[in-house]
């Protein structure tokens, strides 16, 4: 039923490109407080709040207050779903974005490849996306007159690409002490997370925006207790398993003598953290290939797993590919 709640300073677009994917993601912005009051009838959320919500009976969202001006619904990944939540948001008087018509905005264009390269520049949250952008024109040109892959091919580097326009999402998983907020402080150069030596000192999720390497992502760094059935912590358990399945990149932390979280998937990279405490004959965890030791404490690797997640995220094939890229769903790689 719409509300009675005047939803006119709220705007939403669909950040996700248009195919099917396990979770999509909308971002609501504006007067996030008057929305949340309407959209999900309660009282305010602190910014960096992350809950899972039922959205009018359509869907359960991971759903992120992210800034006081910005709220990110991530629902599940299908069309209909998306479609269906775009139609509640217009019937409650949220205003849909529509994207302006990049060619009127850009007159000095050459093609509308262009305009949409300079259009997706002014929102591109990585520096490494610009050099790329500003080639689109000559590389779709010469696509065009001298096709020299295929269209998946094309759309394959494309979705890593991407990760340059709209960051991707990075999680931190890991038992309670492990050193998760002491990575994220170290890699961020500031203190976002409370660290302590005692357990479950992260209580909420912190997220944050980090510059990898020229790579931004949003870096999330957890609570250590998801791994708990206790009923009332079920509300973080499924936050955590939300975020799990929403990570374009799962980074799952040990340490000497603190064994690996138990996960509901793969995780993509495995990291020791607390390595400086080998020196001293603890246990290093065992059971995973490919383990990277860090010691945030001392600065030990932490350049090294910058450039595993820039890596894992965007390949440096991709951002090396003389190919073209198809960064905006308007362009038609036909
Ligand atoms: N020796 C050593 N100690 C570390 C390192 N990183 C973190 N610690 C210590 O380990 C303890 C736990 O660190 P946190 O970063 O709070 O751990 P966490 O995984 O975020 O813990 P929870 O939020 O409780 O899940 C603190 O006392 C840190 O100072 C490290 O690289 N070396
Ligand atoms: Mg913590």
Not at 1 to 6: E, L
Not at 193 to 208: H, K, N, P
Request: aromatic share 6%; charged share 20%; hydrophobic share 45%.
């Amino acid at each position: 039923m719409p509300s009675r709640i005047d939803n006119s300073g709220v705007a939403f677009r669909i950040v996700t490109a248009s195919a099917p994917g396990a979770v999509a993601m909308m971002e609501v912005v504006g007067e996030i407080d008057t929305f949340i009051a309407s959209a999900m009838h309660g009282p305010a959320w602190p910014v960096g709040t992350i809950r899972l919500q039922r959205l009018a009976n359509i869907d359960t969202a991971l759903v992120v207050r992210v800034s006081s001006t910005m709220l990110w619904l991530m629902p599940h990944g299908g069309q209909r779903i998306l479609q269906r939540l775009a139609q509640w948001l217009v019937a409650i008087g949220v205003r849909p974005l529509v994207q302006s018509n990049p060619i009127l905005s850009f007159p000095e264009a050459r093609s509308p490849t262009e305009a949409l390269a300079l259009a997706a520049v002014s929102r591109a949250a990585s520096p490494l996306a610009l050099d790329l952008l500003f080639d689109q024109h000559r590389r779709w040109r010469q696509h065009r007159f001298h096709p020299r892959e295929s269209i998946s091919a094309i759309r394959a580097r494309s979705r890593q690409l991407n990760h340059l326009i709209d960051p991707a999402l990075v999680v931190v998983v890991g038992r309670p002490n492990v050193g998760k907020s002491t990575l994220t402080n170290a890699l961020l150069g500031r203190e976002a997370s409370i660290t302590s030596e005692v357990q479950g000192t992260t209580r909420d999720y912190v997220l944050t925006q980090l510059d990898l390497a020229g790579l931004v992502v949003r870096w999330c760094d957890t609570p250590g207790r998801y791994e708990s059935v206790d009923s009332a912590e079920r509300q973080a358990i499924a936050v955590s398993a939300g975020l799990i399945s929403a990570a374009d990149c799962l980074i799952s932390a040990a340490a000497p003598g603190i064994d690996w979280p138990d996960l509901p998937r793969e995780p993509d990279l495995c990291v020791c953290l607390k390595s400086d405490l080998l020196e001293f004959g603890s246990d290093e965890p065992t059971g995973m290939a490919d383990i990277l030791r860090i010691s945030a404490r001392i600065g030990t690797s932490l350049a090294e797993l910058v450039g595993r997640v820039r890596d894992f995220l965007v390949p440096s094939a991709a951002l090396t590919h003389p190919g073209p890229w198809c960064f905006d769903d308007r362009i038609s790689p036909e």
